[in-house]
């Protein structure tokens, strides 16, 4: 369980299918996600999820819980190889849940945790560039801006975008705790 200032990150359970379903089938959540993330996205998927969620060990996704409820998911997926202590690094919140600084808080509370706990050295997350309320998240939660992939991405309407490149790493300062 890791305790923010406004949300707290815990390990999934198996009753959030209901919660899980109802916020992540919106295309406007789906919207900047990368393919994997389904839409829309059913009960089949929500079930599909949980199963690798609940075996998690040690635990690298969370359900992110504000006001007691299901309010979104944040997590870490380690890389190997030449990658080795580096992590990609990825959240998303039910709709009614944005604009009241909870990604940021959660972003924050995940990579304190991913450093001090799991030892990483570098944690990276990738934005499409109209998604400017993740990249605000990111710079919030002490990332920075480390270069722009021309054309890299393309959403679900088949559209080319930019991606930007964001990275925080253990050496770098902790941001200020102002939302
Ligand atoms: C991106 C997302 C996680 C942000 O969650 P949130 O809890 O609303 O974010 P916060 O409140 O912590 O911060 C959002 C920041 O973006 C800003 N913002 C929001 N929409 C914006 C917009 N259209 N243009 C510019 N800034 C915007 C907010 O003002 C805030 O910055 P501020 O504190 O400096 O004012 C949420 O919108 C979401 O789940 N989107 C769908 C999934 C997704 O895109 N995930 C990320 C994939 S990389």
Redesign the pocket.
């Known amino acids: 369980m890791l305790q923010g200032a406004i949300c707290r990150l815990r390990p999934y359970r198996a009753d959030d299918l209901d919660a899980l379903v109802d916020a992540a089938d919106d295309p406007?959540?789906?919207?900047?996600?990368?393919a994997g993330?389904p839409h829309p996205y059913t009960r089949t998927d929500g079930e599909r999820w949980l199963a690798i969620a609940l075996l998690d060990d040690p635990p690298n996704h969370f359900a992110i819980e504000a006001g007691g409820a299901f309010a979104?998911a944040i997590g870490i997926l380690p890389r190997s190889g030449e990658h080795h202590g580096s992590a990609i690094f990825?959240?998303?919140?039910?709709?009614r849940?944005?604009?009241?600084?909870?990604?940021?808080?959660?972003?924050r509370s995940m990579a304190r945790h991913a450093f001090q706990s799991r030892g990483l050295r570098r944690l990276e997350?990738?934005?499409?560039v109209p998604?400017?309320?993740?990249?605000?998240?990111?710079?919030?939660a002490g990332f920075t801006l480390e270069g722009r992939l021309r054309q890299s991405y393309v959403d679900r309407t088949g559209a080319a975008h930019d991606a930007l490149i964001y990275a925080r790493l253990t050496t770098d300062p902790e941001p200020h705790l102002s939302?």
Request: hydrophobic share 50%.
């Open positions: 406007a959540v789906t919207r900047w996600m990368t993330f979104g990825g959240y998303w919140l039910g709709r849940f944005w604009g009241r600084g909870i990604a940021t808080d959660a972003a997350a990738s934005v499409f998604n400017t309320a993740s990249a605000r998240v990111l710079e919030k939302p």
